[in-house]
């Protein structure tokens, strides 16, 4: 444990040289939301499995780490290095960020439609931060989690999207998170806000890449601020190196008759833990929590859920498919929260999952806390293998054993990626799924 | 085209075949009949590579070719086609998916080129004419949902669209109402061809009112105790299994 507490106090000096200098430290009211988050912080610190809510997971690996803040002056990626990742065909704006910091001139502002902002956080706090005091830190809880409380702590750059009311996006934004090699290892906290006014519509992608194999850590917060009607569609790409260590958290405050679409895919990261938090704060809300996940090798991916119905006749859909090779492990945790009067809310909860290897393991827990009375909540869940009667079939009608697995997998895996409903998105989606599916051993292990 | 001898094959402890010897010339409609747990679908699988299934003795040629040697895919690759008697149901995988990917997995086995969905489809098209069946079935997921008899009419797609050199029906009449019955025997008698074999396993007669066989084979506990032609198929019909094995044990008892 004492590696533990050094390393907890090598935090609160690495947050006194960061205070100073960091972006929008004028500001008071950042500031004051900075320190009380490392104070929490240093209450708190990194959860252990004796916490309901960690159970599965051990963040040993992460407290014992001694992370340094990924500071400027690493070599930039060029474009044609980051072209490997894809997404070229996406048309619409693009911020890319490397080891957490805005990196303009791999960045593409156009076309912005009239009103609406999009750019770095840390160039917002600097430079209007009015929209910013409102929002920031107002809807993750620091109090609670720790991780949340280290990115708070740190917070200073990231995205920062204002949707003004009424307006629709129709190309995606996308968000490309790319670490790039330092020396010791290094520590990002992207911080993201994003604010959908009245009627608006907008889908943002958040996509996490390595350019090493190098250990680091990915500690995101995303804030999504959904007004009334608006309609709002988030994606999470977590494919980061086999020795990144990735803590998301995704709160997204819903007001009334909003529809939100969460959609998840992990492949990628060491140990990955994906944490979605939405409340439906208003009347006649609408949230879809989609995911994919598919681990191999020693990973551990986790997602931990946590859907809180606050007001009344509101909708949410939880659907988390999982497939894991090898050694790893996958967890779904998936909390359904019904409020005093959050009457007529009607919430669903399915994770499937299929273990392809003797070792691979999962833990699935569905967790309802239910104060009002007129609700309906379902949950389910299901671990099997691949259904080796259905591989007999396939190869009888001549398709080789490797083919007919893959043919499989990718219809499980398509259950999840169908759910997205952004064309060149889930194409891309679907090509990396089927990446890992060719190239992994769902191939190897075939003659 | 087919020579089965000797063949013995065991599941788990239970020894399920034990002995069965039969020839199949192409061009021939066989029938394999008996009653319950004779191992009329067991040997139906084993011939399609079923791998849970142990041959502890026997071999089975098939056009010159040690059939027992080879993969499932490779025998359907060969022209082999099973036609289940459960058909497994496989969500998210597209009925017309499977088809084009069986159908040019066997063509590029024969080194001929692939064809794309433009090409394909009209000829799938035309053999969901032949089995009055709607197009919408192309659309859905492998026999997920499918009725019986919808899925027994599958079959009989892959069947018609694949164009295997040697058909194994197993139990394909089974719970499949009159109508459904001709529907399907008729998309098998359109394939009866002289370069054909095609074997019908089935615990019925009435199915052999509409395929016509060549020879009809009795199988009682693993082994073949009868074989004649289409008559034997009525015998059964009327003096019914037990008539058939206690006239073979009498006939074994006291050679005439």
Wanted: glycine share 10%; hydrophobic share 40%; charged share 25%.
């Amino acid at each position: 444990m004492s590696a533990v507490t050094h390393a907890q106090d090598s935090y609160l000096e690495s947050f006194a040289r960061f205070e100073e200098g960091a972006g929008g430290s004028g500001q008071e009211w950042l500031r004051s939301i900075r320190r009380s988050a490392m104070a929490r912080f240093s209450e708190l610190g990194f959860p252990t499995t004796h916490e309901e809510d960690w159970r599965f997971t051990n963040v040993a690996p992460i407290a014992e780490t001694s992370f340094r803040l990924a500071e400027d002056g690493h070599v930039s990626p060029t474009v044609r290095e980051l072209e490997r990742f894809g997404f070229s065909d996406l048309a619409g704006i693009r911020l890319v960020f490397v080891n957490g910091r805005y990196e303009p001139g791999l960045s593409r502002l156009q076309p912005l439609p009239e009103g609406v902002k999009v750019g770095s956080l840390v160039h917002e706090l600097t430079t209007d931060p009015g929209t910013l005091e409102q929002h920031l830190g107002r809807y993750a809880d620091y109090q609670h989690d720790a991780f949340c409380a280290l990115n708070t702590a740190f917070m200073q750059d990231g995205a920062f999207v204002h949707i003004p009311r009424g307006t629709v996006l129709s190309e995606p934004i996308y968000l490309l998170y790319v670490s790039a090699p330092t020396a010791d290892p290094a520590i990002t906290h992207p911080r993201n806000l994003i604010v959908a006014g009245e009627d608006s519509q907008a889908t943002i992608v958040e996509d996490y890449v390595s350019l090493s194999g190098d250990v680091h850590f990915s500690n995101v917060v995303t804030e999504v601020v959904v007004g009334e009607n608006s309609v709002v569609r988030h994606y999470r790409i977590e494919r980061e190196s086999a020795q990144a260590f990735h803590v998301s958290t995704l709160r997204v405050q819903q007001g009334r008759s909003s529809d939100v679409a969460s959609h998840s895919l992990l492949l990628g990261g060491a140990l990955v833990r994906n944490n979605v938090h939405p409340v439906l704060a208003g009347d006649g809300g609408d949230c879809l929590i989609n995911g994919l996940f598919m681990g191999t090798g020693e990973q551990h991916l986790d997602n931990y859920m946590k859907v809180e119905h606050a007001g009344p006749h509101c909708n949410s859909r939880q659907f988390y498919n999982g497939i894991l090779d090898g050694r790893s492990r996958g967890v779904f945790h998936g909390r359904i929260i019904v409020h005093k009067d959050a009457q007529k809310t009607n919430a669903k909860q399915t994770n499937r999952n299929l273990l392809l290897s003797d070792e691979a393991q999962i833990d699935t827990k569905p967790q309802l806390e239910i104060h009002a009375d007129d609700v309906k909540c379902t949950h389910g869940a299901t671990i099997g293998q691949i259904d080796e009667d259905a591989i007999f079939y396939l190869r009888s009608r001549g398709i080789a054993e490797a083919s007919a697995r893959i043919m499989l997998l990718s219809a499980f895996a398509r259950e999840s990626l169908g759910r997205m409903k952004n064309e060149s998105i889930r194409k891309h989606l679907e090509g990396l799924v089927g990446q890992w599916l060719t190239s992994g051993k769902p191939l190897e292990e075939t003659r | 085209m087919l020579a089965i001898r000797n063949l013995h094959v065991k599941v788990g402890d239970r020894e399920i075949l034990k002995g069965v010897d039969l020839e199949v010339n192409a061009g021939e409609v066989c029938a394999i009949m008996g009653p319950n747990g004779s191992g009329k679908s067991t040997l139906a699988h084993v011939l399609a590579g079923r791998e849970t299934y142990e041959v502890t003795a026997g071999d089975v040629i098939y056009e010159g070719k040690n059939l027992l040697g080879l993969y499932p895919e490779a025998r359907a690759c060969e022209g082999v086609f099973l036609a289940f008697q459960y058909p497994v149901e496989i969500p998210g995988v597209g009925n017309a998916y499977l088809l084009k990917a069986a159908f040019n997995a066997i063509r590029k086995h024969r080194g001929l080129e692939e064809l794309d969905a433009m090409d394909f489809l009209p000829l799938v098209k035309e053999k969901l004419k032949l089995l009055d069946m709607d197009e919408e079935f192309l659309s859905r997921a492998v026999n997920e949902g499918f009725s019986g008899g919808e899925k027994k009419r599958n079959e009989i797609l892959q069947l018609a669209v694949l164009e295997p050199r040697l058909a194994i029906l197993d139990e394909t009449d089974s719970g499949l109402d009159i109508d459904a019955l001709k529907i399907v025997a008729s998309g098998v008698n359109a394939l009866r061809s002289p370069e054909r074999a095609i074997i019908v396993v089935t615990h019925y007669q009435r199915l052999l009112n509409y395929i016509v066989p060549d020879s009809v084979h009795v199988l009682v506990d693993g082994r073949i105790v009868r074989s004649g032609g289409r008559e034997l198929a009525l015998e059964l019909e009327d003096k019914g299994y037990s008539g058939v094995e206690a006239e073979t044990q009498l006939a074994v008892a006291t050679p005439s």
